[in-house]
């Protein structure tokens, strides 16, 4: 659909729940949440367009947040449904808030975890922090890099997960050696690596395209840790109007995996208003 082929894992009945994932991650992001969802929902979990796919039917273009969330909205369509509860974290949250942007008579609710969208705040991102001040987000520019970062990386998609997870993680058994390998062969090919560097170089576009949105209406929860809350906070109060704040204190980002429990009540208790 949309001129690519998406993977997705479903389970579950009733009212349609896609959830949509970060980088560099899967749908198996959403492992722990899933049968929690599923009990109550018709639950999707969807791998972004260039994942979960074979290298010689990744897409050479059509990244922006804008069009991966038609994707999802040609997907919905072709599940038999009009409408959906749409869940998306870092990068899946940059197009799920696409998504209610562009499709909001498709958006029953809409939950955002720990990343809204790219705005005119990412070019003001420093490269080099000054000791003690933050994680230097280093991947947001080497992404952006064409033709290097899957020279770099091409069989040794373990090497960066390892490093990410090893390093942003409070209990490290959150993500175990076995999740990180479902994520490193995801991104072990360089055509798997490149797809994936095509969602950071959209974001010139995206924040283009953000300017032409009106506010999100649609109810939204929005779940962040505290290195991240006043700035999800920050820039929803500019862009939503009916928003509610949930703090994640056991993570540091990956709030699905760090705390599911907390995660997951929030949800269906947001879901089922």
Request: negative net charge.
């Amino acid at each position: 659909m949309n001129g690519t082929r998406l993977h997705y894992v479903e389970g579950g009945t009733g009212d349609l729940v896609v959830l949509l994932h970060g980088w560099p991650e899967t749908w198996w992001a959403f492992r722990k949440l899933m049968p929690q969802l599923a009990e109550h929902y018709k639950v999707v979990a969807v791998d972004h367009r260039g994942i979960g796919i074979p290298d010689e039917l990744k897409p050479s273009d059509g990244f922006t947040k804008k069009n991966m969330a038609r994707d999802v909205h040609e997907l919905i369509r072709s599940l038999g449904y009009e409408s959906a509860h749409i869940v998306g974290h870092d990068l899946g949250a940059m197009v799920a808030y696409s998504f209610a942007a562009n499709y909001p008579e498709a958006t029953r609710r809409l939950a955002l975890l720990d990343v809204v969208h790219p705005d005119e705040s990412y070019y003001d991102r420093p490269m080099l922090r000054r000791p003690r001040t933050g994680f230097n987000m280093w991947w947001m520019a080497f992404n952006q890099v064409q033709g290097l970062p899957e020279k770099v990386f091409a069989g040794h998609g373990w090497d960066l997960i390892d490093w990410l997870y090893s390093n942003s993680l409070k209990d490290p058994e959150s993500v175990t050696a076995f999740d990180r390998a479902v994520y490193a062969r995801a991104y072990d090919t360089a055509e798997g690596i490149r797809a994936a560097n095509g969602w950071y170089q959209a974001y010139h576009q995206d924040i283009e395209d953000l300017k032409t949105y009106d506010k999100v209406s649609v109810p939204l929860l929005a779940l962040a840790a505290p290195t991240q809350y006043d700035q999800v906070e920050e820039q929803l109060s500019h862009i939503a109007t009916d928003v509610r704040m949930v703090r994640v204190d056991k993570s540091m980002h990956w709030l699905a995996e760090d705390d599911p429990e907390l995660v997951s009540r929030e949800l269906l208790g947001f879901l089922a208003q």
